[in-house]
């Protein structure tokens, strides 16, 4: 199921609970889909990030060559520091706001900054504007883009965010519309100069570019011909009832969910106790179809091996 509905998008979101196999299976089927002759960047959103490790080479913010070229496919990774992101976020505002305020309120600016880098939201800000970048760049240059993301919760309230992005947005631009009008009026009386218009039209021009940019993710995000969110999870009593409430999230936003890949789905015939989980799991299974067997699912047995490496990677791919 999961190489045929990769072969179909253009921007693949993987999710689940921690551990149960996201960034293996995102490597997975970015290679498989390499392999098939495609451009494919897998980018990493989940702060503890394993890609790096997963393919034995360091990644970093910087794009770089994981596997290939296969003709014309080529495998590329991306890690999206979190920490690094919010600096350089913050720095970048920090630019415009001192262009834009006037220089006695400069003081203020940075002690404003100071505070928001550990306020509450500045972080997620700071992430979705590069995942946004990144669904721009990675649409722009490579055929498919992967997203290997952090553990569920987090990343549905990431998804909300374009959102409520917009709508901050549009409420501070409304405001610049006001305090322009009257300062329009402020001019035509003789009260106010040529630097404030300016800068009133530069912040518009920062926020309405903002705004346009989460627009455009979210254009991306909830296009079902564009993108799919897949929900990786171990068929155990948790995660398939973490993964009902997820989907319905998701469902809620508008964003398509694709399939499930239930992983590390313990054998049936290799002893007493794997074929007791087998059982257990298959129950819990039953609860995952009442409720969404609507959606295609892979199976993927739980392997001997550890996967580390293209080759653990392409014995893998042929579950998907
Ligand atoms: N089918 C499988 N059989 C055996 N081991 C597996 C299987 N799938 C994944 N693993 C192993 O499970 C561990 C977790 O996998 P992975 O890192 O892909 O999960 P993750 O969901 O990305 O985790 P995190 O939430 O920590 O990022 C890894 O050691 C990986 O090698
Ligand atoms: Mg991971």
């Known amino acids: 199921m999961l190489l045929d509905l990769a072969a179909r998008r253009r921007v693949l979101f993987l999710g689940g609970k921690g551990g149960v196999g996201k960034t293996s299976i995102a490597s997975a ?9 495609r451009r494919v960047l897998v980018v990493s959103t989940d702060p503890a990030h394993n890609l790096g490790h997963l393919w034995q080479r360091t990644v970093g913010d910087d794009v770089v060559r994981l596997a290939g070229p296969f003709g014309t496919g080529v495998l590329d990774g991306v890690e999206i520091d979190p920490g690094r992101t919010t600096d ?3 720095a970048a505002v920090r630019r415009t706001l001192h262009r834009l305020v006037p220089p006695h309120l400069s003081r203020e600016v940075d002690r404003h900054l100071d505070l928001a880098r550990d306020a509450p939201g500045t972080h997620e800000a700071a992430v979705l504007e590069r995942v946004a970048t990144a669904v721009e760049a990675g649409l722009r240059d490579h055929d498919l883009v992967v997203f290997d993301t952090a553990p569920s919760g987090h990343t549905a309230r990431l998804l909300t965010l374009p959102e409520t992005m917009g709508a901050w947005t549009d409420g501070l631009l409304r405001r610049r519309e006001r305090s322009e009008r009257l300062g329009a009026a402020a001019r035509m009386l003789g009260g106010q100069g040529e ?23 979210r254009d991306v995000l909830t296009d079902p011909t564009i ?16 993964t009902i409430e997820l989907c319905a999230q ?20 290799a002893g ?21 067997g609507h959606l295609p699912r892979d199976e993927v047995p739980l ?18």
């Open 195 to 217: 630097t404030e218009a300016r800068r009133d039209s530069e912040i518009r021009h920062v926020l309405t570019e903002r705004r346009t940019r989460f627009a455009r993710l």
């Open 272 to 292: 007493g106790l794997l074929a007791a989980r087998h059982t257990q799991e298959a129950a819990h299974l039953r609860t995952l179809t009442d409720t969404l």
């Open 303 to 320: 392997l001997g091996d550890d996967l580390v490496g293209e080759d653990a990677l392409q014995h893998l791919v042929r579950y998907l």
């Open 227 to 242: 993108t799919a969110f897949v929900v990786v999870l171990a068929a155990e009593r948790l995660p398939v009832l973490e």
């Open 88 to 90: 350089a976020h913050l």
């Open 29 to 37: 089927t970015a290679l498989a889909q390499a392999r098939a002759g």
């Open 250 to 269: 998701l469902d809620g936003l508008g964003v398509p969910v694709g399939g499930l890949v239930v992983n590390k789905r313990s054998p049936a015939d």
